[in-house]
């Protein structure tokens, strides 16, 4: 009978211990599930929150790009009032009219200098065909061979990129 009694206070042992362990699985899984949800707002969170920014950012962008020339069309304005003006004035002979076309000029030349517009002009220099553009080569005493005699139209440079390849002369060789 002992082998009996023994035998059953293992099964009940056995049957408390599975119970246990099965409230133990329950509560386990309940915390998996709980943190999974957790994980799973977060990572919604985190991905609208990257969108915003991807949106913001695309506007920001656009912006950008929409008002880019603000500054330099700001500082144009002044260039604009001075033709303006000469351009009204009544009766202006012809000294004090090219008197005022020079001074917009120099204005001019200010604001594209301001924004990062250098003129290339190169008479008197080797040529270069990374900034200069040969029209024609001719025949120049007292000019080294290669070398840039005459400008025909400058070249400019835009913060140190070509805008525009200046249009020249190229001397030749006197004996070619």
Request: glycine share 6%.
């Amino acid at each position: 009978m002992h082998n009996t009694d023994t035998a059953r206070d293992t099964a009940a042992s056995v049957d408390t211990t599975g119970m246990e362990n099965t409230d133990n699985l329950a509560e386990a899984l309940a915390a998996a599930r709980e943190e999974l949800a957790r994980l799973r707002d977060e990572r919604l969170r985190e991905r609208a929150e990257l969108d915003n920014q991807r949106k913001r950012m695309s506007r920001e962008l656009e912006q950008s790009v929409r008002f880019a020339n603000e500054r330099l069309l700001s500082d144009l304005l002044q260039v604009l009032d001075s033709l303006e003006a000469g351009l009204s004035a009544p009766g202006a002979d012809a000294g004090k009219l090219r008197e005022g076309i020079e001074l917009t000029l120099r204005q001019l030349e200010k604001v594209t200098a301001d924004n990062g517009l250098v003129a290339v002009d190169p008479v008197g220099q080797p040529f270069d065909p990374e900034c200069h553009q040969a029209m024609s080569m001719v025949p120049a005493d007292g000019q080294a061979p290669g070398t840039v005699v005459q400008v025909y139209q400058k070249g400019y440079l835009l913060n140190g990129r070509l805008l525009r390849p200046a249009l020249v002369l190229v001397a030749k060789d006197s004996e070619g």
